[in-house]
């Protein structure tokens, strides 16, 4: 097992992927913390945490792993990667709730967007890491939800398990894709961090343009409370996107924004969280792409 995982280790490396060790059997890292830290060695200077010892270094990895039949810990920011874990509904969720992999691609067909084509792989629960390479000089946190319920990523300050590691749930594999392709733009619009405050815009709100603002939120509410099933989520998207351009203007606040609209999510028969990261997602993506007013100079 130990030349196994080391050869899964280096391969990783090979790709450019820092490796860092797994504890036998687990996804813990197997590095000391910051309170157990000898402040010897590669941390004379200082604590170094997982993510700043993970290492391409072929040399480094053999020295570790010959030390032990250790998982591959893959940080994903050194790496630059950008990896999405479509994960599976836990053992107290609805039975009929839809696993990770069924939210992405139910995403995917709302956005027009196909199923992206990069390396996969297949996590020990049943589940599946999509590996990106992300954009340079754009430093990508983890999320957790805001592309979809039960799709989380992981960059900077993450981490996944390597394919070739080994749990008592399974294994991780790789099923697909010689490579891990660019983030597409549409997912990295949802993914990328949100501006800032608005500021007051450079023409003051009107009366008139806050009448437009708060019946055109009344149209999409009406429209999202009308949807039939099937046609739920898609006509909550579809709403959040619209009135995104209304938060980016300054004519309404983000906050009546969402709360209306989970209001009717829920008013339909939509989970809570479900409504959560449709919103965040759709509204995220809508005002990022929105900061310039139709009429403006």
Not at 43 to 62: F, L, M, N, S, V
Not at 139 to 150: E, F, I, K, Q, S
Not at 188 to 201: D, H, M, T, Y
Request: aromatic share 6%; charged share 20%.
């Amino acid at each position: 097992m130990s030349a196994h995982l080391l050869n899964a280790a280096l391969a990783a490396a090979a790709r450019g992927w820092h490796v860092f060790p797994l504890r036998p059997g687990t996804k813990r890292p197997a590095l000391h913390g910051e309170a157990t830290c000898p402040r010897t060695g590669a941390c004379e200077a200082g604590h170094r945490k997982w993510e700043q010892r993970a290492t391409t270094d072929p040399d480094r990895i053999r020295a570790t792993w010959s030390q032990g039949s250790f998982n591959i810990g893959i940080a994903t920011g050194p790496s630059g990667l950008l990896v999405v874990d479509l994960d599976m509904p836990k053992d107290n969720s609805n039975g009929d709730a839809p696993c990770g992999a069924a939210a992405f691609e139910a995403l995917c067909e709302r956005t027009g967007n196909a199923v992206p084509d990069t390396y996969r792989s297949r996590t020990a629960s049943g589940g599946q890491h999509l590996y990106f390479a992300a954009p340079s000089g754009l430093r990508l946190a983890n999320t957790a939800g805001t592309v979809a319920p039960l799709v989380d990523t992981r960059a900077w300050g993450g981490y996944v398990v390597a394919a070739g590691s080994i749990t008592p749930a399974g294994p991780y594999e790789t099923v697909s894709g010689p490579v891990a392709t660019s983030l597409p733009s549409w997912l990295l619009s949802i993914l990328k961090p949100v501006p800032g405050p608005v500021q007051a815009p450079s023409v003051p709100v009107t009366a008139q343009s806050r009448r437009y603002a708060d019946t055109a939120l009344g149209n999409e509410v009406r429209n999202v409370s009308g949807a039939q099933l099937g046609q739920r989520e898609a006509r909550l998207f579809r709403a959040a996107r619209a009135m995104g351009r209304f938060i980016a203007w300054g004519d309404l606040p983000r906050h009546e924004v969402e709360q209306a609209l989970q209001e009717a999510g829920e008013a339909v028969g939509l989970p809570p969280s479900q409504c959560r990261a449709t919103l965040r997602s759709a509204l995220n993506w809508s005002i990022a792409h929105n900061q310039r007013r139709r009429d403006a100079a």
